[in-house]
């Protein structure tokens, strides 16, 4: 018996030839490859490390908006982090994965199915010759079981379903992690915007207060005889042509506050008492940016294309699970009575039990080609995943350099904004004299506003490079593991319809 045993199962496994009676012992009883986790290239160390201005320190970034020290932004990110729908539309994407492994793992027992029902027969399909003996044509029949039906899982199907239901479950919540890390960089990277135009649009109406100061001296020169018109219109032009950017300022403005809006989950509104006026968030002499290897285990996106490659190497063992036979045990449990009163007698009941056995043999020309299929998919995974890894890579040292750049340009900026001011000081002065003409003065004055335009702009570029650092990085999406609340914290899935809510005072 032992060696007729044997001899089926090896004949099952020269049918199938995926998998070797070694391998597949090895592999806990289940055909198919068992999960490895891919290689992928990183650097040993960032492009700018020697940078004084770079720490390869290990990063703490769980609340890396804080180093900003802003709590307008900090209200802020508590608020989107609560309301925003992006957000809880990633929450229930992890309840779904959730829902398909309890699915998954279901199917490892046995299957159950209940009847109970009447139904009135007809004796019209019996011989006639038998008819004459009938005495009622019709005839109720009584009917209450269950089947059960239960495919023991030889090949490891099921099992490796369970595993691709995890690796689905796991991909989920990194894509819920990444959706938390994008916010919170756009949340950042929008309110820098915001501050960065009022203070250009501050500055814009500065510098047209003093091209109006500038305006009134030549036209009162002009009404002296001491100059032509000349000089009142070109006072004119450059006064009209500063006032004419602020219109276009504030559309930038406005649409980034609707942004900022959707971010936070309610319709768009006016956010200026609720924002008031604000510097730019100054960025910290120094960012911390660990090792480009840590990318591998922070970045929620890289671990989503990981769980992923894990999730499809599971369904190359499902198709190879396919090859093989199917074998189960089926059971019935039955009454069945023409009388109600009769239906749960002795006489009623009837019921049986014994195996299954399926095999899809004659369709192994399109079984092997879904194997095919599935590797190809695993191969297109593994891909995928070192492309993201060096995707990753180049956009944290993007925004490293755009960081260190930014600082730069800032540095240069401001000292030719003072010498700007200086020079627009003195050539007010010396036209008011009759030293030099209007020419030289608009020429300073306009000067002066671009450099301070150049100066706003390299400043929110500076913070905005370190934004998007930490974006690159993976940062934030720790910080939703900082409470008990679980993987989805309540807040963020509220029943549907959930209510949204209004935007509360900003600093509480």
């Keep these: 018996m032992r060696r007729a045993f044997a001899l089926f199962f090896v004949v099952l496994f020269a049918a199938g030839g995926c998998v070797s009676p070694g391998e597949y012992f090895r592999n806990g009883l289940k055909v198919g490859p068992n999960y490895c986790p891919p290689q992928a290239a990183t650097a040993k160390d960032w492009i700018d490390a020697a940078d004084s201005h770079v720490s390869s320190a290990p990063a703490d970034l769980a609340r890396w908006w804080s180093i900003f020290h802003d709590p307008k932004l900090d209200a802020l990110i508590q608020t989107a982090v609560r309301q925003n729908l992006t957000l809880r539309e990633a929450g229930y994407r992890v309840l779904q994965a959730r829902a398909a492994r309890a699915i998954a793992a279901g199917n490892l027992f046995p299957q159950q199915q209940d009847a109970f029902g009447s139904q009135a027969r007809t004796a019209a399909g019996i011989a006639a010759a038998n008819t004459q003996f009938l005495t009622e044509r019709f005839y109720d029949q009584w009917d209450a ?45 929008t309110y820098v915007e915001i501050r960065t135009l009022q203070q250009r649009i501050e500055l814009i109406r500065e510098n047209v207060k003093l091209q109006r100061e500038t305006y009134i001296i030549a036209d009162a020169r002009f009404r002296g005889g001491q100059v032509s018109e000349l000089d009142v219109d070109q006072a004119t032009s450059t006064l009209a042509q500063n006032e004419a950017r602020v219109p276009r300022l504030e559309l930038q403005l406005r649409e980034a506050s609707n942004r900022l809006c959707v971010l936070l989950g309610v319709p768009p509104a006016d956010l200026r008492a609720m924002l008031g006026e604000g510097p730019i968030p100054a960025a910290p002499a120094e960012v911390v940016v660990g090792v480009p290897a840590d990318l591998l285990r922070r970045r929620p996106d ?176 720790q910080s939703a593991y900082e409470s008990s609340a679980g993987v989805v914290p309540a807040s963020v899935m509220e029943p549907i319809p959930a209510p949204i809510e209004r935007l509360p005072p900003v600093g509480l």
Excluded at 162 to 171: G, K, M, Q, T
Excluded at 343 to 366: D, E, T, V
Excluded at 400 to 420: H, K, M, P, Y
Aim: without cysteine; charged residues 25%; aromatic residues 10%.
């Design 302 to 477: 890289v671990r989503r294309a990981e769980r992923e490659i894990q999730a499809q190497s599971a369904r190359v063992g499902i198709a190879a699970a396919e090859l093989y036979p199917h074998i189960g045990i089926n059971g019935t449990l039955d009454y069945s009575a023409q009388n109600f009163d009769d239906l749960f007698g002795n006489r009623a009941f009837q019921g049986g039990i014994g195996p299954s056995f399926r095999w899809n043999i004659l369709n192994y020309g399109r079984l092997l080609n879904n194997i095919r299929l599935q590797d190809a998919k695993l191969a297109e995974r593994i891909v995928s995943y070192q492309n993201r890894v060096l995707q990753a890579n180049a956009e944290a040292e993007n925004g490293i350099a755009r960081f260190l750049r930014g600082r730069q340009r800032t540095q240069w900026l401001d000292r030719s904004v003072v010498a700007s001011r200086k020079a627009a000081k003195i050539a007010v002065a010396q036209y008011k004299g009759g030293l030099i003409d209007f020419n030289w003065v608009a020429i300073v004055e306009q000067n002066l506003v671009n450099q301070q335009e150049l100066l706003a702009q390299a400043q929110g570029d500076t913070t905005l490079g370190l934004v998007e650092t930490y974006r690159a990085l993976g940062g934030g999406w």
């Design 145 to 189: 079981g269950f089947n059960l039906a239960w495919e023991l899982d030889f090949w490891g199907r099921f099992r490796r379903a369970i595993e691709a239901a995890d690796a689905d479950l796991d991909a989920r919540v990194a894509d819920y992690d990444q959706a938390l890390v994008t916010l919170l960089a756009d949340i950042a990277a």
